[in-house]
């Protein structure tokens, strides 16, 4: 009954999430849809709410590889921190009973400088539970979201300049985007 789903980040920051009905409107050449689902960053009743002050800057989601009809959302944030959000499958968007009231998880790098996170990428299958995001310092930080505590590694490709695009090419390679497109090997850390 939904031509799909639209996962989309907001210029102030809000991460919604839109479910398109396969009725659309006829005549206009826009068309105006509410959200199914806004994701809230912070958890209910979380204090101080300055240290929730979240704005998510880019989002990225994936089917949970244990939960069949679930997805993973993570949004990446300002103060080099990740959110992420379950949706459980068996709901149905427009009951609001079954949708998160809060981030799953938060993952944050422990960075000498607070960084914005401008691109995440989630990686292909057989490790679906890998998630790389790119920093605006130059800065890659991987992370496996079964364990948040601490990312796994990180890498500085030798440029101080933003990453606003990360591509998987196999589990063990990525393609960024940092000035020209530079192909990293995550096993060896090697542009």
Not at 151 to 168: A, E, F, G, K
Request: overall charge negative.
């Amino acid at each position: 009954d939904r031509l799909g789903l639209l996962l989309a980040v907001l210029g102030d920051g809000e991460l919604r999430l839109y479910s398109l009905s396969v009725d659309l409107p006829e005549a206009p050449l826009f068309a105006r849809f509410a959200p199914a689902w806004t994701a809230p960053v912070s958890m209910p009743g979380a204090m101080p709410t300055e240290a929730w002050d979240r704005r998510v800057c880019c989002a990225a989601a994936r089917a949970d590889p244990h939960s069949p009809g679930s997805c993973l959302l993570a949004g990446g944030c300002d103060r080099s921190v990740v959110l992420l959000w379950h949706l459980k499958g068996e709901g149905d968007l427009e009951d609001i009973e079954d949708l998160p009231l809060g981030p799953t998880s938060m993952l944050q790098a422990n960075l000498l400088e607070s960084q914005t996170v401008l691109s995440l990428a989630w990686c292909p299958d057989p490790e679906p539970h890998l998630l790389l995001a790119g920093l605006s310092g130059g800065f890659l930080v991987l992370w496996d979201v079964r364990a948040p505590s601490a990312p796994l590694c990180s890498y500085y490709p030798q440029m101080r300049s933003p990453i606003p695009c990360i591509v998987w090419l196999n589990p063990f390679t990525v393609v960024i985007a940092q000035g020209e497109g530079f192909t990293v090997d995550l096993a060896s850390g090697k542009l």
